[in-house]
């Protein structure tokens, strides 16, 4: 006992500068979502991931308390590092500080300050019964959040077609009382929609209720409203957080989450009913879900022709889409995990109120169409030793989907995973996401292969190769397919509060040469490079970004193109005031590009729960001012202003979203109220 005292003594020691760089988990986040965003094919949203980060800060998991599936939400700790903390728990009781982390098996000092910010040490009764309704209310915490965007611009589409003022606000309430309770609902118009008028006479144009109780007893889990899931891998079932390539494994390894509340304002990406999670037996999980919900579309000739997923209704030819047809579901899965195994199977069944029957290009002609669908898939993981197998196996109406992983740590500092993917040009999964070179789990075949090391305290490298094919057309490939994906990156962080990293990506893809309908196809290589620095000081945050990219289609017979290229450079300066609740921050971007194919893209500060990194070409400069103000522990004031000034135009967009002039300017506002 004397022995383990001496060793949590010097853990303190060695933890201390660990606990003042606890941002840099924050950091780590943004820049996986950033990348994530720069790969999606559609727009994401990440206001429930981000608004449950925030949380997690504000009121970290108890170590001494917290599952295996609450640990599993940090992507940073492996299935080895989550057994050995429940290990260490079972072995030597409740930890009595949170520099008992040190003592834990593969627990390297990365590891542990990437984790501190989401958890904390309470020695607590474990026999604890739920807690009673009094205490709920009485114990539970609130909060109200508004937004209000201003543009400093009008787009041609006010002038004649949009039915509504220009400005975008949305509001949102939540009760919750840790994690075991959760209730709100969020409401959004978006710029341009009539409010209390026309087809938006209740006010806004959505809202989402949403209530979610967790950890009563047997029932681990129930929604009711608006809920998201995620099962398996993912190829039958996922409206949850898709993750994907970038420049670190944590983002490739999909860990599922169950059932989840839907609070954000995402008009797509949900189900509306019931949803509920049981422990029948001590391994045995049964979920259970119905949703009948009503969405936007075109229905011609009793067929519906298209689903609308952008949630705009600002033209009475928007308008006139709202709630078209009604999509049902229902479903359930039933898991079993002990030890190192875990088997479970998933089922969905949906059906629309008439039937879908959009036109289908030839490079979609087997995509999803008919009325009445199903999918079923068996996913399963074993772990021996420091190697890990996990994957799924699934069928649909059409085609089938398989994904394996076998990922071997040798330490913490060293890490291989190995993905193969096959999904069938047939196959048929509406609610399926998950990881491949295209944003759903249809006509690709691949294998990924990466590796992280940390060979040095101060270094750490990423390198990862992606072959893949399309066994049928895509779009703009008129033939079967493939590629190649390649990245590298080396990342160095001398101090607690200097890091930098260097990364480079090469990609080679076909595509249909412009102007030959689809008679010519040739290969485009795509090169990106990007610097980033990082640097804390007091108050100060400065991070620097250099980009480049360039893009060209490989040369055949007489076809000949010149390649395009671009660059970016931002910086950004922030400041927190110590004796004064006050943060400022401001970014400035010059970019320069050839073409929409050379584009650039930058993240920038948003506002509370959103993640912003808008795409760039032609020539110009954005600058943005973010101040944050705390008023006190209850009110929360934040205001950002951008604009964007185009250099080698007149114009900026298209259509009803036109805007005469060279510049784009908008304020936002948000203000939060905590009880």
Known sequence: MNHIKIEVFISMLLMTPILEAQNSTVSLWEEDLEQLSMESEEEQNWEDELQELSQRIEEPVNLNVATQSQLKQFPFL????????????????????????????????????????????????????????????KYGKQEVLTRLDIPLYTRKGYKNSYLGPSLYHSLRYNFHYSDDLQLGVTAEKDA???????????????????????????????????????????????????????????????????????????????????AATVTLFPAFNFSAFYSHRSMDGV??????????????????????????????????????????????????????????????????????????????????????????????????????????????????????????RYYSFDYWSMFGHSFGESSTPQNENGW???????????????????????????????????????????????????????????KHKDRDVTGTSGKVILPVLHHQLRYRLIYNSGGWNFRTTLDYTHFRQQDGGKYRFEGRQGWQCTQLCAYTFSNFPFTVSLQGSCFHTDDYDSRIYTSEKGLLYTFYTPSF?????????????????????????????????????????????NKKADIQMQLRIKI
């Open 78 to 137: 492996s299935d080895t590092q989550i057994e050995n903390i429940l290990s260490y728990l079972y072995i030597h009781g409740q930890m009595q500080t949170i520099y008992e982390l040190q003592l834990v098996e593969e627990m390297n000092k990365r590891t542990i300050e990437l984790l501190l910010p989401f958890v904390c040490v309470q020695v607590v009764d474990k026999k604890k019964n739920y807690p009673s309704l009094k205490h709920l209310l």
């Open 448 to 506: 990924y292969l990466a590796a992280e090391a940390t060979p040095w305290s101060h270094w750490k490298f990423f390198t990862s190769l992606d072959l893949f094919s399309f066994p049928w057309w895509k779009y703009r490939i008129s033939q079967p397919s493939k590629g190649v994906d390649m990245r590298f990156q080396a990342a160095y962080s001398p101090r607690r509060n200097l890091s930098m990293y260097l990364n480079y990506r090469y």
């Open 192 to 274: 341009g929609e009539p409010m209390f008028a026309l087809h938006n006479r209740k006010g806004y144009d959505f809202y989402s209720p949403y209530f979610l109780l967790k950890n009563c007893g047997r029932l681990k889990a129930l929604a009711l409203g608006n809920y998201r899931l995620s099962f398996g891998q993912g190829l039958v079932l996922s409206t949850d957080f898709r993750l994907g390539k970038t420049f670190s494994l944590s983002t490739a390894e999909y860990r599922t989450e169950g059932v989840r509340k839907h609070s954000s304002t995402d008009e797509y990406n949900y189900f509306r009913g019931a």
């Open 617 to 661: 070409y032609g020539r110009g400069f954005r600058y943005t001012t973010h101040l944050r103000y705390d008023l006190s522990k209850t009110f929360m004031l934040l205001v950002k202003f951008g604009q964007t000034v185009y250099q080698d135009r007149n114009e900026i967009g298209s259509g009803n979203d036109l805007i005469c002039g």
């Open 299 to 420: 229905i011609e000739n009793g067929e519906i022709t298209s689903i609308y997923k952008t949630g705009l209704h600002r033209t009475q030819k928007e308008a006139d889409k709202i709630h078209a047809f009604n999509l049902q579901l229902m479903g359930g899965n039933i898991a079993y995990e002990k030890n190192k195994l875990k088997i479970g199977v998933t089922g969905i069944y949906y059906f629309f109120d008439h039937a879908y029957e959009p036109d289908l290009k030839k490079y979609a002609q087997y995509n999803l169409h008919g009325n009445h669908f199903y999918n079923v898939g068996v996913d399963y993981k074993y772990r021996l030793g420091r190697f890990s197998w996990v994957g799924e196996a699934a069928m649909g109406k059409k085609g089938f989907a398989l994904l394996n992983q076998l990922k071997y740590h040798l330490s913490s500092d060293y890490r291989l995973l190995l993905i193969h």
